[in-house]
Structure formats: C-alpha cells, structure tokens
C-alpha cells in the first residue's frame, strides 16, 4: 500500500469561525469576518482594499529543487475576536503571494 498516492487535503476553505462565544457558551460559528467587512465599506467608498493577514511556511530539504509552500489567508471574527484561517493551499514551485478565495473578499485583483 506504500504505492498508493496520497491524496491532499488542500486547498481547503473555511466558511465559520471556529472559535468558542463566551457570551452565550457555545461555539460561535459567525460569518462576519473582519476585513471582509472593512474591505466592503472601502470598497463602497472608493477608498481601496484591505491588506491581507496571511501566514506563509516554506518547505524545502537539501535536495528539492522547489519548496513547497503552505500558505493560509486567516482573518479575525468580528462576533469574538478570534483569528482563524478562511483558506488554506499548498503548492510546489515558486513562492507566490496568496490569491483570495472568491472575488466578493476583495473584488477584482489589480494587476
């Protein structure tokens, strides 16, 4: 069974904060996302888009020729403050920025 291919479990996206509501005991499970919201109300300004908060790890052994790259574009629930990732990829090759998950994050990507 050595044979058989691993298959991966990214790129994965999360919809729900996982974090615990201490107001009402129970897991909160909130949609609303911090720079989501602040990206929209910019947006609905004119006023530009929001920087990402993302973490980057970068693998590489003494004889990969690429590194792989796991990437996660977190965000922060607006309901309890938790920090958790909306998104997360891996990829070998190239270190490239994270792209968001769906356009109504950000809105269409300058170039």
């Given at each position: ?11 994965k ?27 929209r ?33 977190m ?37």
């Amino acid at each position: 069974m050595a044979d058989k291919e691993e298959k991966s479990q990214f790129p994965k996206e999360f919809e729900n904060c996982p974090g615990w509501n201490h107001t009402t005991n129970k897991p909160c499970g909130s949609t609303r996302r911090f720079a989501e919201e602040v990206g929209r109300e910019k947006r609905e300004k004119g006023k530009g888009i929001p920087v990402l908060l993302s973490a980057e790890i970068i693998f590489q052994g003494p004889l990969d020729l690429f590194p792989t790259v796991a990437q996660g574009l977190m965000d922060i629930c607006v309901d309890c403050g938790t920090v958790y990732a909306k998104a997360l990829e891996t990829r070998k090759g190239v270190n490239e920025p994270l792209k968001p998950p769906s356009e109504p994050f950000l809105g269409k990507r300058r170039n």
